[in-house]
């Protein structure tokens, strides 16, 4: 569904991600991790249009999106959260989300806008009430609002940014759960970047690790978790918290 | 909501009914140009509502009036074709300014100071061609005998007075499509957050532009109707950066979010312009701009809404931030 070639992002001197390469197959959840400025944002931020790549490709469904304008890449049917929740303010919840309803599908219908906004509330668990405001929100709520815009904008493919910073234990495992359930129900391929690397890795089928920019590891959660390299660059060298992520991943799904 | 529109259309009919009783000329002038204010500055907040705050709209208006005036006086247009032709004008300036902003992301502060360059040029380019407008001393459309449909020259106050309302209402008629529709959520959105926005699919360029169109064609149409009525135009009057503070000015003081801001703006400064004039004649001259700008700093302070804004507020258990015409 996505292949991405030899993504480069150099800002000046700066290379951000450095010849990235990697395929997303439909239906899957497929997650990234590595830690604070391993690049994982700006790939997302490239995948999405937010910024252009300074070489490489990106196809989705066939056709090249590098470097395509944002509305256009989410109008092809790509939705993106953000790390830190981004709510309209002046708008209510349900404006928010009937927004993304009306430009993320391109079809301009506000009948099928208000329709999207129902559903895509409905299904992350927010309240459908047209007037309440954004600025009830915790936390979690925040970020169910986040994600209910990225799904009313009719995504094939879902770029998930860091979608449990800020929540507690029982939050975490209610959001991953979520996400399991968009792919399910919706059938929804996912792309979820993450630095909490337990939860994850309870439900996504692939993962791949970045470290200052580049791929250093991927394959399923319970080989990546227990590859030296990815031990030694992104969990440090403290062996029991290493032993601790390869255990939480061989936990059977879901629970 | 049936109540509102009754006592919108009660209000509609007894301004329409209004010049047929009372037909003092001095009054009946200050009320076209309050209407002809009033619609120049509804022009104004549709953008300048969304952060979009343009210094450049004194140039729209003066190209709306200039470009009128000069085609009826050198090539003999008639205003009929020449407003349009003015609007298309001021429209076509508008894209060029503001779309190398919109696409290189030139907003806030820079925004308003590539805007104020704008009324600053071309307030320079009639100055500068006064072998054609006049220059500074200001230009005069050439007279019909009497009133005439085709020259829309017209004698009478009251027919200027029905023009100058039916504009006004168009003005408040475009400024609710745009507050119901999906054009506003998305510059909401915008407003606080570009990069959200474009995430939620909306095509940031494209809304930008299209709002800041709308607002510049309605203030040409503003500067044409300015200068058929007085029939004289200076760049001091209808172009400039005066005119443009003007705009912000009223606007913020009657209030931004609300349909009839503007027009409470247009009633204060136009009634506070007169009452210095007639109160204390050449000795006030250049007084109203100094009580503008100590009465904005005051107003930005303690009432940022504006009075209407801020009346509205009171009245309302649930204060909505759009605002409701």
């Not at chain 2, 100071?113 to 054609?132: E, F, K, M, W």
Request: glycine content about 12%.
């Amino acid at each position: 569904m996505l292949t991405v070639d030899g993504l480069v992002k150099r800002f000046g001197g700066f290379t951000a991600v450095n010849n990235v390469s990697f395929r997303v197959e439909q239906g899957e959840i497929l997650g990234l991790i590595g830690p604070n400025g391993s690049g994982k944002s700006t790939i997302f931020n490239m995948l999405s249009g937010t910024l252009t790549p300074s070489a490489g490709s990106i196809l989705f469904n066939g056709s090249e999106i590098g470097g395509h304008p944002p509305h256009r890449i989410i109008n092809s049917g790509i939705g993106r959260t953000f790390q830190i929740p981004r709510p309209f303010h002046r708008l209510s919840i349900f404006e928010n989300v009937a927004l993304a309803g009306y430009y993320g599908q391109g079809s301009h219908s506000r009948a099928r806008a208000d329709e999207a906004a129902e559903r895509a509330l409905a299904m992350v668990g927010l309240s459908t009430d047209r007037h309440a405001s954004v600025d009830g929100l915790g936390a979690a709520g925040l970020k169910k609002l986040e994600l209910a815009k990225a799904l009313a904008t009719g995504p094939k493919l879902l770029l998930a940014d860091e979608s449990l910073g800020g929540l507690d234990e029982t939050e975490m495992d209610q959001a991953a759960e979520m996400l399991r359930k968009i792919r399910d129900e919706l059938g929804i391929t996912i792309i979820w970047v993450e630095h909490i690397m337990g939860v994850l890795m309870r439900v996504v089928d692939r993962v791949m690790v970045l470290d200052h920019g580049e791929k250093i590891s991927e394959g399923l959660p319970s080989a990546v978790a227990g590859d030296p390299r990815v031990i030694e660059v992104y969990l440090g060298t403290d062996a029991d918290s290493s032993q601790a992520a390869a255990a939480e991943a061989r936990r059977p799904a879901g629970v | 909501m049936n109540s509102r529109n009754a006592a919108w259309a009660t209000g509609l009919a007894a301004l329409i009914a209004l010049p047929f009783v009372y037909r003092e000329p001095y009054h009946l002038h200050l009320l076209v140009l309050i209407l002809i204010w009033s619609f120049a500055y509804t022009s104004w907040s549709i953008m300048g509502r969304f952060g979009l705050v343009s210094l450049g709209h004194g140039g729209f208006m003066g190209v709306g009036a200039y470009v009128t005036a000069l085609l009826w006086n050198h090539l003999g247009v008639s205003p009929w074709i020449g407003i349009p032709l003015s609007m298309v004008a001021a429209g076509a300036l508008a894209l060029v300014v503001a779309y190398p902003c919109f696409r290189f992301r030139i907003t806030g502060h820079y925004f308003v100071l590539v805007t104020l360059a704008l009324s600053g040029i071309v307030l320079q380019v009639i100055t500068a061609t006064r072998d054609y407008t006049g220059g500074s001393l200001g230009y005069t459309p050439n007279r019909t005998k009497g009133s005439q449909l085709l020259a829309l020259q017209f004698d009478d106050k009251v027919t200027w007075y029905l023009i100058a309302l039916f504009v006004w209402v168009m003005g408040l008629l475009i400024w609710r499509w745009v507050d119901r529709s999906m054009s506003r959520y998305a510059m909401e959105a915008i407003s606080e957050d570009e990069d959200a926005a474009a995430a939620a699919g909306v095509n940031v360029t494209a809304e930008k532009l299209k709002i800041t169109l709308i607002s510049a064609l309605m203030t040409a149409l503003a500067g044409a109707l300015y200068c058929q009525y007085q029939m004289f135009i200076s760049p001091d009057t209808v172009s400039g950066i005066a005119v443009s503070l003007q705009m912000v000015f009223a606007v913020i003081v009657g209030g931004l979010y609300v349909s009839l801001g503007p027009t409470v703006g247009a009633i204060i400064t136009i009634l506070l312009a007169e009452i210095l004039r007639i109160g204390f004649g050449t000795k006030a001259v250049g007084w109203d701009n100094l009580v503008y700008g100590v009465l904005l700093v005051v107003f930005i302070i303690f009432l940022p809404k504006g009075i209407l804004g801020s009346i509205l507020d009171r009245f309302k258990t649930q204060p909505k931030p759009s605002g409701t015409p």
